[in-house]
């Protein structure tokens, strides 16, 4: 079948198309080029005065893994709010805070998503992380597989085997968990919980095996280089939530020494010690560090206001951080010699001091760094908000009146302590279309997506250019998914099974040796029934594996 | 004949992996590792090959016509055991979800008390490799650990080795509320655990004290269910003394009324003591014939554990209303659906109602249900995924023979394709 969508204005970044008016033609689930004049078109959309961009990718977002399924389970009152019937194609579910995992598919496509990339897949719980996502219709997913806080890791470090065996043993678990990046959260502080440490700086000892979180952050994001891993490594940085720690992410910055690294939440790590209640904004040094340093790129995490939930692999800051639960109940779990998880509902409120300048600092963040290829747009889902907020959040960034009238409500010591009243800039359309597609499948590696020009797959979004960006972007008029027609006017139309995209970075073989006797010795698994199998991600029928290329760079 | 080696197991809950089988056409033999519940579990002859309605044996089609006509009549189904692995969940809960039924797992009325006490106050936990390289004290309270799981010890405690204890047969255990029934909780230096026996229902005021002294309060009297203050006063400062302490209960063996609120006295002890600097967990028993799977799948589908209805078309959780046992005895449902691909013993309630059983070849009934589905089981018949007790870890299940049965999956997939 041969689709013609006509006469759109199509904002491409990625082949540097701004609002230019475009046909798209579309054949077995690609973009193509125009075809021949008499072939001919089966089905034509007329797009005429309507938005194009290519189908959105949520580069960080909870929606596979065992500390998102104690999230739902921890918050039945949440999900009463919002009760999802079934229809004749969709399935029933729930959504608010953290939706189910049908719902999770349907409203992101009803938003004009088309991938979402569960950041914390501990290798250990993989299996649920690819099982939840599998249960996850329309989108594509994938998935940062987690270390740095695993004991095995740590025992590399204090033997000091070189950067070439660290090298296998990452390689080797992006493999076994099937993952397309590798994640470090709260570098070693995970494990140094463990071992009754309550606080873990940049340069500070874990007590059992001496090694700092510097020195995982150098190794880690050495071996995702020169593994030829597109995805920087993904940094979730220590002491997050602390007052004053935007001294450590200035640190840490500075200290991986131009190796190209991700911080994820960035406006979690943003935070200094002044004025009267000894918290302020760090937004501006921040953006200043990224703007001076190209081999940093940052999500935001922005918060909003409302209930929602926490859930983390910082089991460390979150068990530091559950006074603040509300509702009053939480949870935490050391995990596996492997890594850990803490879920804490919070409700974030624009009359309380500390919520009403975490909204500003995420925006600040936004608005103050120039370059919208190195920053994207996440809540960190469901932590700061959950990703049905996106809209707003997109109004907020473009529309500065809009953000001025909510700035004006909120705590008022808050509104002293920021400059977003003097910031002027307002996100244009092919900036958010960076932040949301181009950028993130270029930072993430995917092949042929996030782009408009033919060879891509056909993950389209169209929307209705209205003044009010959020009720634009609540409701795309079309989303197509690989060339299929899965919304129209917001509402899902017919569902599929997107594929989950995977890298396969090479390792010497001989690595299994050192693992299977750890394996035997300490852990609770063979490690032959570790490893994941391709079968496990298709046999219910409900995926394929996409095995994306890796980047120059090898060593 | 083949013999297969590093076999999981879905039975024990505890994730044995090691098991070797041997295979002689559809007759399986342990004959490595194997334990008082998992053996028989692994070695159960197949006797039904053939699905049958009203006794008469019919091929699968048949049978899912006949059970889809009884569901689509149905003006409240409910689907009872819910017992099977990740994929045999989906089917059933896209099932319940087509035909607006109420879903039970089996094991739920036990899990509760885990459930109300997680949803009203949460918990701090661990898994079982932190505990056989951390633990240097493990409490279990009210529970025969080694009945539950008659390898724990060998494999979580007793270990030659562990990363971080320099001498792991020097951990200590005390039981409290319940004497073990053997003696793998001896050290393999012959060091025994300590144990406080009580009434099991008598686990309330005991637990309170315990929470009690932990936090320094102090108590007037000089025993509490038989056992002596000074005794509890030594398994609070144990628990403060511990590196790695871990507390373990099986929540169904907390036979009681309201035992959450003991769940939730025991959680917010272990939270207290890691504001007391140091560390402590809990380790909730569990993982029994898919119970944990079953939550899991519910869990990440509905939002809710695995006693929720469908009937208004979207999911609804009741921890109470929706036990099936409280609808069948209320004549509230009209149809029963028993899924049970792991025990043969584990036969449906006794109703009057029509019944469609998928059941692991091999189950005897007093009363020939309208439909009966033999489906093979996971882990023996075909590959699948369970969940371990300790909630995180899903263990990739094999397939060692082939019998020809159908998956729980395949078997429910065509009963909603017969609708």
């Known amino acids: 079948m041969l689709i013609k969508l006509t006469g759109g204005c199509v904002y491409d970044p990625a082949s540097g198309v701004d609002g230019k008016e475009r046909d798209i033609y579309i054949q077995d689930g690609r973009i193509v080029n125009q075809p021949e004049n008499q072939v001919q078109i089966d089905k034509e959309f007329d797009l005429k005065g309507k938005v194009v961009m290519s189908g959105a990718i949520d580069m960080h977002t909870h929606i596979g893994g065992g500390k998102g399924n104690i999230a739902r389970t921890l918050l039945p009152e949440d999900h009463r709010q919002d009760p999802v019937a079934r229809t004749a194609i969709t399935r029933s579910g729930c959504g608010h805070a953290m939706p189910s995992t049908f719902v999770t598919g349907y409203r992101y496509a009803e938003m004009g998503y088309t991938a979402g990339f569960e950041p914390a897949v501990l290798p250990i719980n993989a299996r649920q992380a690819h099982m939840e996502m599998a249960d996850i219709p329309i989108l594509d997913k994938g998935g940062y597989v987690m270390l740095g806080s695993d004991d095995y890791l740590l025992r590399m470090l204090t033997a000091k085997k070189d950067q ?48 700092t979180p510097r020195q995982i952050l150098q190794v880690l994001a050495t071996a995702v280089k020169e593994l030829g891993v597109s995805h920087p490594l993904h940094v979730h940085g220590c002491n997050l939530g602390v007052p004053g720690n935007v001294q450590t992410t200035l640190d840490t910055i500075q200290g991986i020494g131009g190796l190209p690294m991700h911080l994820t939440h960035i406006q979690f790590h943003s935070y200094g010690t002044e004025g009267d209640f000894k918290f302020s904004s760090g937004a501006a040094q921040i953006a200043e560090a990224v703007n001076n340093n190209k081999n940093i790129t940052i999500d935001v995490g922005q918060i909003l ?29 050391d995990i596996e010699c492997d890594a850990g998880c803490g879920i804490v509902p919070f409700k974030y409120r624009d009359q309380n001091f500390v919520n009403a300048l975490q909204w500003a600092i995420g925006l600040e963040t936004f608005l103050l760094v120039d370059d919208p290829w190195r920053i994207f747009l996440t809540t960190d ?34 509104q002293k302590m920021t400059t977003l009243a003097t910031i002027t800039r307002e996100y244009t359309l092919q900036e958010i279309a960076i932040m949301t597609r181009a950028g993130a499948a270029r930072l993430i590696g995917l092949k042929d997506r996030g782009g408009l020009s033919p060879g891509n797959f056909a993950d389209i979004t169209v929307y209705t250019d209205h003044a009010d960006r959020q009720l634009m972007f609540e409701k795309p008029n079309y989303v197509f998914k690989d060339g299929e027609l899965v919304v129209v006017d917001g509402t899902v139309v017919k569902t599929k099974w997107g594929t989950t995209h995977m890298v396969k970075p090479d390792f010497d073989p001989s690595v299994e040796k050192g693992l299977k006797d750890y394996f035997d010795r300490y ?15 298709t046999e219910d029928g409900r995926g394929s594996l996409t095995v994306h290329p890796l980047s120059g760079g090898m060593a | 004949m083949t013999e297969i080696t590093e076999v999981p197991s879905p039975f024990c809950g505890i994730g044995t992996d090691d098991l070797t089988v041997q295979v002689d056409g559809i007759a399986l033999k342990v004959i490595k590792n194997g334990c008082a519940i998992n053996t028989p579990m692994f070695e159960q002859v197949v006797t039904d090959t053939k699905a049958r309605v009203n006794g008469n044996e019919v091929s699968l089609d048949v049978a899912a016509v006949r059970a889809a006509a009884l569901l689509k009549d149905s003006l ?7 017992a099977s692995d990740v994929s045999g969940m989906r089917a059933l809960l896209s099932l319940a979800d087509r035909i607006g039924a109420v879903v039970d797992n089996i094991n739920f009325t036990g899990a509760r008390n885990n459930f109300l006490a997680l949803q009203d106050s949460g918990w701090m936990n661990t898994t079982l490799a932190e505990v056989k390289n951390r633990c240097d004290l493990l409490l279990v309270v009210g529970t025969d650990l080694e009945s539950f799981a008659p390898r724990f010890f060998e494999r979580y405690l007793w270990t030659r080795e562990s990363l971080f204890l320099d001498n792991p047969r020097q951990r200590e255990v005390v039981y409290l509320g319940k004497a073990p029934s053997g003696q793998a909780s001896t050290s393999p230096d012959g060091k025994k655990a300590e144990v406080f026996d009580c009434a099991v229902d008598a686990l309330p005021e005991v637990i309170a004290v315990l929470r009690a002294l932990v936090n320094g309060k102090l108590i007037k009297a000089d025993t509490i269910a038989g056992i002596a203050i000074a005794d509890l006063k030594s398994i609070a400062d144990k628990l403060k003394r511990a590196k790695y302490s871990v507390v373990t209960w099986a929540a169904g063996a907390l036979n009681y009324r309201q035992a959450e609120l003991t769940v939730q006295t025991l959680s917010e002890m272990i939270k207290d003591i890691n504001d007391q600097n140091t560390r402590c967990s809990g380790l909730p028993l569990a993982g029994k014939e898919g119970d944990q799977t079953a939550n899991q799948v519910c869990g990440w589908t509905t939002g809710y554990p695995a006693r929720t209805r469908f009937s208004r078309g979207y999911p609804e959780y009741d921890p109470y209303l929706n036990d099936i046992n409280f609808l069948l005895a209320n004549g509230e449902a009209d149809v029963l659906l028993w899924v049970q691909a792991f025990n043969v013993k584990s036969v449906p309630p006794d109703t009057h109602l029509p019944t469609i059983v998928l059941g692991r070849s091999g189950m005897l009934f007093d009363k020939e249900p309208e439909v009966f589905i033999p489906v093979g089981t996971p882990g023996i018949d075909h590959a699948g995924h369970a969940y371990r007790m300790d909630n995180v870890v899903a263990i990739r299940l094999k397939k060692l023979r082939d019998s020809g ?14 609708l």
């Open chain 1, 381 to 414: 889902h469901p932590n700061g908000a959950p990703f049905t907020s996106y809209p707003h959040l997109i109004r907020l960034l473009m529309d500065r009146s809009f953000r001025n009238d909510v700035l004006s409500r909120i705590h008022p010591e808050a």
């Open chain 1, 164 to 211: 070439k065996a660290i090298n296998d043993y990452v390689a080797w678990t992006i493999q076994s968990a099937k993952a397309i990046g590798v994640k470090v959260v709260n570098p070693g502080g995970i494990n140094a919980f463990k071992f009754n440490q309550r606080k873990l700086d940049l340069d500070e000892q874990n007590i059992h095996y001496g090694v």
């Open chain 1, 523 to 537: 852990l609770t698994m063979k490690l032959g029934n570790f490893k994941i199998s391709d079968d496990e991600i």
């Open chain 1, 305 to 333: 206001f409302g209930q929602t939930v926490t859930a983390s692999g910082d089991n460390m800051r979150q068990h530091a951080n559950h006074k603040h639960a509300s509702p009053n109940k939480w949870v935490t779990m």
């Open chain 2, 405 to 418: 049965l159908p998956s729980t999956a395949e078997a429910l997939r065509a009963i909603e394709q017969a």
């Open chain 2, 76 to 82: 409240q189904p409910v689907i009872g055991g819910c």
